[in-house]
């Protein structure tokens, strides 16, 4: 009976940490598919308050999953049309630069979110790191 007890207590803190990372990484995948979709239909020039802005919204989609101070959270934001994007790794924000968040071999007008964070799940005598990463892309259809 120990022996059956403690071997199902390892599976359930094995169910309960991978349990929390899948809803972290729903979390996070909610916050990339709303950022991408409020940068499509956010007007104005593509500058630090427009980045910000985007930022923010993936923030507050992902209830506390990208906070600043979360380990190995970063957000990457990038306006394909102008070629300029913005990451914030680790609550540290780099200034606009050329590129994109990853490649997706597509050609039109887009804005592209990338989101990870780094969690660990359990097993009583192991634990792994697992790096959540969600991206998502947004066409639109505006004169720029």
């Known amino acids: 009976m ?17 349990a929390i990372a899948f809803g972290q990484k729903n979390s996070i995948e909610n916050a990339a598919r709303e950022a991408s979709r409020y940068a499509a239909t956010l007007p104005g020039a593509i500058d630090a308050t427009w980045f910000a802005t985007v930022r ?11 906070d600043p101070g979360v380990d190995g959270q970063y957000i990457c ?3 394909i049309n102008s070629g300029l994007r913005q990451v914030e790794d680790g609550g540290v924000l780099s200034p606009p630069e050329s590129g994109m968040c990853y490649p997706d ?7 592209q979110i990338e989101t990870r ?21 947004a066409r639109y259809e505006r004169a720029e």
């Not at 071999?105 to 804005?111: D, I």
């Not at 964070?117 to 009583?124: D, H, K, L, Q």
């Open 77 to 79: 934001v990038a306006h």
């Open 117 to 137: 964070r780094v969690t660990e799940i359990n097993a009583a005598f192991f634990s792994v790191d697992v790096t959540l990463r969600a991206p998502a892309t």
């Open 56 to 66: 923010n919204v993936a923030r507050e989609a992902a209830q506390g999953n990208l």
């Open 2 to 18: 120990a022996f059956i007890f403690s071997l199902l207590v390892m599976l359930l803190v094995g169910v309960v940490t991978s």
């Open 105 to 111: 071999g597509l050609t039109e007008s887009r804005v």
